[in-house]
């Protein structure tokens, strides 16, 4: 394969945006080369600008559950599009979108959209707060909720303590809020607890999909709604990559586990840029206009994105049988790229939640971030790059997870595994 077109591009691109890339990742940093730029998708395919085509697992990272250029959301947008852009004033499509998610989702009665799940997340956040009238929260290690400031914190050392900042520019008089426990350790979380004067919530993924594909055990969430319930504090979910993707309800179709607010983002504007979060009523007439916890934007509800929302949603709720055979492939591929390392002696665990997929190159189980951090990059490398070169497109880091598309044929899925035994029968330890 040449990578000339995109090995020009990316210079250029250099020049004009920090990295080349508007979001960190795709900059190929955590597995060196170049990325390459891409011209147009269809169904299961991506090309890039030198005309290489590529079996696509990442889809703009989750959002594009039916592949690329999908007929039906593809003419939503377009007939939306021909009434004009955007407005600022209510349209009924909000309302259709809003009416979808609160019928599909218990813990639902009222939905709010915005741009973004970093913006959903963050509301979300805000929300809690104003609700409980208290500062602190705590979050997990390893878990993503979007680049907004008192979210952005990882743990030092996996031990629980006081967050620090992630990135300079956020103030760590900020950050004092944010309590730090370990997936999967419901230990960790209780003595958070007792650390704090008053938890306005716990925001968890309940699949997480930021570390690897690493799912909540379903004691853990239990026990999170336990002792969010002796503490008086809310539970949110931030579904915002597992809603519409582990399941219809997302990882609430897959637990009994109810939060009290849920954030929402990726599949749910089909392509879009859209995020959502809803709660119960009770917690929602706290948001303005109704109550004082203020929230806003300017393109929120954009009715050419709620549009492809909700032609994706219609037709994930018309055909809700899907799901099962998305989770087929998933597990089909995992079982392919598992085989794939027992020949050549590669440690592998890989993890699959309905189309999501996650693979980790160790030996040992992987329930949180230190065990998914234990994944060997000189062999992700090595795949990473090998896969690329023969046409498969899959997440440049290990820390991310894979989603099968309903266009991703049984076909599709064998030729991955077979190209991906070739692969790993090249992968040598370098030091
Ligand atoms: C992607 C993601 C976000 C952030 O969403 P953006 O649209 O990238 O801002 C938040 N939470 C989770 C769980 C995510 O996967």
């Known amino acids: ?85 955007s407005f600022g004033a209510p349209t009924t499509l909000e309302t259709e979108l809003a009416k979808e998610i609160v019928e599909l989702f218990d813990s639902i009665d009222k939905v709010r959209f915005v741009n973004s799940g970093t913006e959903a997340v963050m509301s979300a956040l805000r929300l809690a707060r104003g609700f409980t009238n208290r500062d602190d929260f705590i979050k997990f290690t390893g878990c993503y909720h979007g680049h907004s400031d008192s979210l952005l914190v990882q743990a030092g050392s996996g031990a629980v303590t006081f967050g620090s900042p992630s990135s ?12 730090l426990a370990n997936y ?49 504090a809310l539970l949110i979910f931030d579904e915002v990559m597992s809603g519409f993707r582990a399941s219809l309800k997302g990882a609430q179709g897959l637990t009994n586990v ?25 917690i929602m007439k706290e948001l303005s206009p109704e109550g004082p916890v203020y929230q806003a934007g300017t393109l929120s509800g954009n009715p050419v994105a709620m549009s492809a929302g909700l032609a994706s949603l219609k037709k994930l709720k018309a055909n809700p049988k899907i799901y099962e055979e998305l989770a087929r492939r998933a597990k089909r591929l995992m079982e392919g790229f598992e085989e794939g390392a027992k020949e050549n002696n590669l440690p592998l665990v890989t993890q699959v939640r309905g189309s999501m997929f996650g693979f980790f190159f160790t030996d040992a189980p992987v329930k949180n971030f230190e065990d998914s951090k234990r994944g060997d990059n000189r062999f992700f490398k090595q795949f990473h790059s090998g896969m690329l070169e023969r046409g498969v497109y899959l997440a ?32 040598t330890v370098k030091e």
Request: net charge negative; glycine share 12%; with cysteine.
């Open 1 to 85: 394969m040449g990578y000339e077109n995109s090995k020009e591009a990316f210079k250029e691109a250099l020049k004009f945006i920090p990295g080349g890339v508007d979001s960190p990742v795709r900059a190929f940093g955590s597995v060196g080369g170049t990325p390459p730029f891409i011209d147009r998708g269809e169904g299961a395919y991506i090309y890039d600008i030198d005309g290489n085509c590529y079996i696509d697992y990442v889809q703009s990272w989750g959002p594009l559950i039916f592949g690329h250029c999908d007929s039906d959301i593809e003419e939503a947008v377009i007939s939306t599009a021909k009434k004009g852009l």
């Open 168 to 179: 300079p520019g956020v103030p760590a008089n900020l950050t004092k809020h944010t309590l």
């Open 184 to 232: 999967n350790d419901l230990k960790s979380v209780e003595r958070c607890f007792e650390q704090s004067s008053g938890v306005a919530c716990v925001i968890v993924e309940p699949i997480a999909g930021n570390m690897g594909l690493v799912p909540a055990d379903d004691e853990f969430l239990q026990g999170l709604r336990e002792l969010c319930d002796r503490y008086g």
């Open 258 to 282: 109810r939060p009290d607010i849920v954030t929402l983002g990726k599949v749910i504007g089909g392509g879009m840029p859209v995020g959502a979060f809803g709660a119960r009523a009770d």
């Open 396 to 427: 440049c880091s290990s820390y991310e997870t894979g989603f099968i598309s309903t266009v991703i044929s049984d076909e599709i899925i064998e030729e991955t595994i077979k190209i991906a035994k070739d692969v790993m029968a090249n992968i």
